[in-house]
């Protein structure tokens, strides 16, 4: 007992690493809110194009479905491996774009951007159609009467609306999303789980890796009770009559 | 009605794929068998009692196989030191994380399983003379510019995760970006990309990429400090003294440097083998 506690809290481990451990961390952050901008954006207009009306855009709500659903089906480890291990080989491309070190982040950064917004894209785009689906018909059916065009319906309408109904379920994929950051270490990107790894190969103990766990729990356990704190101000509204959120 | 059966035909599946996947991993237990590689050292050995040997199989080119059919370095040396004892070698697959606890508790009487020798595994067995020097190799793309470990300083520079190539990065080369990869192959294969311009691994890992994947080349080879030996129970001197001599023996024939060749498809180190005949 007394061994499992030296191998995994030990905190004379978790101070001397600490700074090492953050700064990897500070890595998941900044993947973590780039990809929440880049996946809020494609997964907004994945959910559009998997609304277009009629029989003409239905080639293109077949490929948006699916594209949903694959990306969804494959284990996104499987996909910053193909990313990371095979963009590099694609020659078409230029050079600057196909190994990127744009602002000063190296290429495992990139492809983990590509990968966790494809995937989380994807994710978004079902909470977003829940939101859109749970503005009421007629609201739609009222903005078209009164001579909006589909476009502006959507604009100003719909989605207005529906990015009311969805905040709580949203914070709950960004909150995987922050974790799922960690995956990142499979490409060779310095974050919190690959830093605390080493440590573990160096020192044979595993506290710095809890040490990450611990930095994790710092906000999403906040963001959890954010959730609730959502879906219950939710609640108050619908009791009062007002409209219902999804999730 | 309909959610429920389907729900079921899940459920059966679901049943179906793990109780294949339990089924794929009851293979390859821990049987005992003697050792394979042809065979032909075991008719002439005969004489003396079976010589039980623990490894950690599979560990490629080291020790790999399957059981009844061990073969690798390890194996084909120990099969070589075993006949010049007179006796036969019998390997056993067991786990790394235990195998010196098991040899020093007397489930097998020696140990040969590509362990580096430490202070600290020494203070549990007693180790042979060193078998195996541990090299590490600068790996870079064919036709690459660099020649040495020191070229790649300020470069992006790829190596395994936990491994001394990893260590012998962060120490030799300060300027430089350098990626830790989970696996040898991801690195290899960073390489081959162009996300990375040198790789440092263990040499037989070098080679065997070179070999098998083609289009990188081992630009330089670094020793190390690290040393493979036999490890016995202590105080089993008489055992661990057949040993040595049977491993000179063996390298003075040049046994061990064919077999060296044929698993690393390398010159076996001038290091070694003075260190070997050193160490008597």
């Known amino acids: ?247 | 009605m309909r959610k429920t059966r389907l729900t079921a035909i899940f459920a059966v599946l679901l049943l179906a794929l793990a109780s294949v996947a339990v089924a794929g991993c009851g293979g390859g237990g821990d049987s005992t068998s003697s050792g394979g590689g042809g065979g032909e050292t075991s008719s002439e050995s005969g004489g003396g009692e079976p010589l039980s040997v623990g490894s950690d199989i599979p560990y490629p080119p080291f020790e790999q196989g399957k059981p009844g059919n061990y073969t690798g370095f390890d194996i084909e040396l120990m099969e070589a030191i075993a006949e010049k004892m007179g006796r036969e070698a019998e390997f056993q697959d067991t786990s790394f994380e235990t195998i010196f606890r098991d040899v020093a508790q007397g489930k097998f009487e020696a140990v040969i399983s590509a362990a580096t020798i430490t202070e600290e595994r020494e203070q549990a067995v007693d180790f042979s003379n060193p078998y195996y020097l541990s090299e590490q190799a600068v790996l870079v793309k064919e036709g690459s510019d660099i020649k040495t470990l020191k070229d790649l300083d300020g470069k992006t520079v790829a190596a395994q995760q936990g491994t001394t190539g990893l260590e012998l990065a962060k120490e030799e080369l300060g300027g430089s970006e350098i990626r830790p990869y989970p696996e040898g192959p991801d690195a290899v294969n960073a390489l081959k990309a162009g996300t990375v311009e040198g790789v440092i691994i263990d040499a037989p890992v070098a080679q065997n990429a070179v070999e098998k994947s083609g289009g990188v080349e081992i630009a330089e080879k670094v020793p190390t400090e690290e040393t493979y030996g036999i490890a016995v129970a202590q105080g089993e001197t008489e055992l661990l003294e057949e040993i040595n001599k049977a491993l000179k023996e063996v390298e003075q024939e040049g046994t061990y440097k064919t077999i060296y060749e044929k698993w690393f498809h390398l010159e076996p180190p001038k290091e070694i083998e003075s260190e070997t005949h050193e160490a008597e």
């Open chain 1, 1 to 247: 007992m007394s061994e499992f506690f030296h191998q995994y809290f030990d905190f004379t481990v978790m101070g001397d690493h600490f700074s090492e451990v953050l700064e990897g961390f500070f890595k998941n952050l900044l993947l973590f809110a780039v990809v929440v901008l880049l996946a809020l954006l494609w997964g907004l207009i994945l959910a559009l194009i998997r609304q277009l009306p009629g029989k003409k855009f239905a080639p293109l709500r077949f490929l948006t479905i699916a594209y949903i659903d694959v990306l969804r089906a494959i284990p996104i480890l499987i996909i910053l491996l193909l990313i990371s291990g095979g963009i590099p080989y694609l020659e078409f491309i230029p050079k600057d774009i196909r190994i990127p070190h744009w602002f000063g982040q190296p290429d495992p950064f990139w492809y983990s951007v590509l990968g966790l917004t494809m995937v989380y894209g994807a994710y978004m785009a079902e909470v977003y159609r829940a939101g859109i689906e749970a503005v009421p018909g007629g609201q739609f059916e009222a903005a078209r009467s009164l001579g909006m065009s589909y476009g502006k319906a959507m604009r100003h309408v719909v989605v207005p609306q529906a990015v009311t109904k969805i905040p709580a379920p949203m914070l709950n994929e960004m909150i995987s999303l922050l974790k799922d950051t960690t995956l990142a270490s499979v490409v060779a990107l310095g974050e919190a789980v690959l830093v605390s790894r080493e440590i573990l190969a160096e020192s044979f103990n595993s506290s710095a890796v809890i040490l990450a766990g611990a930095m994790f729990l710092v906000i999403t356990l906040p963001a959890a009770r954010l959730v609730d704190v959502l879906i219950k101000r939710n609640q108050a509204k619908v009791t009062r009559g007002a409209h219902i959120e999804v999730g």
